[in-house]
């Protein structure tokens, strides 16, 4: 902002920094010109001549218009930014001296209302205006400096002073009753009111007259320099065409033999003569680079059609290997299936059901039943939905299995479902690996009264499914790795919680249905809020 001001007050900084800016460019092209014949010399392109790149061909005629054009902007500028300044600054002193001496004359109104009435507010109103002309008369200026103009400020400032001592006179006069005194004092105050009115109306009169006159002047440069810089544009107009006819030829006939040799090339035709340019300059280089670019094309034309029956050749081995490849692959997945035939496991549980009832041990039949119906239920498709009915009923078997594992008294299941929600359809295997959470983080290291509760229920639009334990809970750290997924598996399905969350987005197409609230010490609860629309 500081350099802005004194470039506005200065004339001369216009035309200084105008003509620092026009070196520095110059000097910052004829460095590049530099750098790019001393790069084309090593390249052995153009013999040691001076250089005449299409940097500098373009730059120095333009620099130049541009050059007079910015100084003749700037001092245009300037004339115009100092009228507006001498203006401003002549209103606002202006303002300034009539607003001093609204003052004196607000000052004298009161001071008589405060003699004739002798009111207490009248008194502070004239405090108010007698302190703001005490701090404003010192500090009172001129604009144009002239002897005449300072006679009247400094008349301007005794008067005031001698204003603000009458004027106390008169109003210690009134305090003691003297009523001849304070008269005749407050008549002085007013002859001075009167005075210093008068020669502030003189001041800005003369300053009014002195800026009219600077005006004129100013004006009849303006108009001096919008003459000129008129004869400037039309000259210049003028040089650029010249400039323009003859910069268009020296660049584009190079660059019409270069189209013609590349739409030459692209028709596959590398049989011409190298192309030569009289320029120095960076056609010279792109003319030269071209003539390499084009005997290198033509060479690597040749290369290539000698690897291309090898490369085909290559091509066909790789089909073939990758055709083997598939050929292992589907019969290692041959394999696999062969090894995990789910009919001949049921079989065999079936078989296993049927010895023990042939041996009455009804308990063991149940049991190996169980297990089959867990195992046929996991073995199902994960993407087809089935009802919480059928979730129930698996966790009910699921429980079943624990319970003649583990042992009724070591740990309790409670499952409470409310009818109808029964026919809603879900994921299948949801519930379960939640229920292996709570059982391999929570209650499976209690010795006895482990609990773990499944509750499912309508609430505020939703389906939400509960599923608590009274365990050791988990830690802030094992409960990061439980919802990144990095948690064992279940015992049975080997599903995570973080598979559940998952399968869980993808069917409903929402974010927000998964929750997870553990503590240590203080158990886990697990919970699951579904949306309406999967009623069937």
């Known amino acids: ?137 010192s500090n009172l200026t001129v604009i144009e400096e002239k002897p005449e103009n300072y006679l009247l400020l400094e008349n301007i400032r005794n008067m005031s002073r001698s204003f603000l001592q009458q004027a106390e006179m008169a109003e210690k006069a009134k305090r003691a009753r003297d009523s001849a005194e304070y008269l005749q004092d407050f008549n002085e105050v007013v002859r001075y009111n009167a005075n210093i009115k008068w020669a502030i109306e003189r001041l800005i009169t003369n300053q009014l007259e002195e800026n009219s006159r600077q005006y004129l002047l100013i004006s009849k440069r303006l108009i001096y320099l919008q003459q000129l810089g008129l004869i400037l544009i039309i000259g210049a107009v003028v040089f650029s065409i010249m400039i323009t006819f003859w910069t268009s030829f020296s660049l584009t006939e190079p660059l019409r033999k270069l189209v013609e040799a590349a739409q030459s090339i692209s028709k596959g035709n590398f049989a011409f003569a190298p192309l030569t340019v009289s320029a120095n300059d960076e056609i010279a280089v792109v003319t030269a680079t071209f003539n390499e670019m084009a005997a290198n094309i033509s060479k690597l034309i040749n290369e290539i059609k000698r690897q291309s029956d090898l490369e085909i050749r290559l091509q066909e081995q790789e089909l073939q290997n990758l055709s083997m490849k598939n050929v292992l692959r589907e019969a290692e997945l041959h394999a696999l299936q062969s090894q995990i035939n789910p009919h001949f496991l049921f079989n065999m549980l079936n078989a296993g059901v049927q010895l023990a009832i042939m041996e009455n041990a009804e308990r063991t039949a149940e049991f190996v039943d169980k297990v089959s119906s867990l195992l046929r239920y996991n073995l199902r498709t994960l993407d087809s939905p089935v009802t919480i009915q059928d979730e129930i009923s698996h966790l009910e078997t699921y429980f079943f299995i624990l319970k003649t594992r583990f042992g009724s008294e070591r740990f309790q299941f409670f499952i409470q479902i409310d009818p109808e929600i029964l026919s809603y359809q879900i994921p299948l295997l949801t519930l379960q690996p939640i229920v292996e959470n709570a059982l391999i983080h929570g209650v499976e290291d209690l010795e006895s009264g482990g609990k773990i509760e499944v509750k499912a229920f309508w609430e505020a639009g939703f389906v939400v499914i509960r599923v608590s334990d009274n365990g050791l809970g988990m830690d802030s750290a094992t409960l990061a790795l439980v919802q990144n997924g990095k948690q064992p598996s279940g015992h049975t399905t080997g599903l995570g919680l973080r598979n559940v969350r998952e399968r869980l987005r993808l069917f409903y197409g929402r974010e927000d249905l998964f929750s997870i609230r553990s503590f240590s010490n203080e158990g886990t609860t697990i919970q699951i809020r579904l949306p309406f629309k999967n009623k069937y």
């Not at 530099?34 to 084309?40: A, S």
């Not at 005449?52 to 730059?59: D, T």
């Not at 401003?88 to 002193?93: A, D, R, V």
């Not at 507010?121 to 302190?131: A, E, F, G, N, R």
């Open 1 to 137: 902002m500081t350099q802005m001001l004194r470039l506005v007050n200065n004339p001369k900084s216009y035309s200084y920094s105008g003509v620092i800016l026009f070196f520095h460019v110059l000097r910052l092209a004829v460095v590049t010109d530099y750098l790019q014949l001393k790069k084309m010399r090593k390249m052995k392109i153009i013999e040691k001549k001076v250089p005449q790149s299409i940097r500098s061909k373009l730059l120095f005629p333009f620099l130049s218009m541009i050059m007079i054009f910015a100084v003749l902007s700037f001092f245009s500028h300037y004339n115009e930014q100092f009228l507006l300044n001498r203006v401003n600054m002549l209103l606002t002193n202006n303002i300034k001296l009539k607003e001093f001496s609204d003052d004196v004359n607000n000052a004298v109104t009161y001071l008589e209302k405060y003699l004739v009435s002798r009111n207490f507010d009248m008194l502070t109103q004239y405090y108010h205006y007698t302190q703001k002309i005490d701090a404003e008369y």
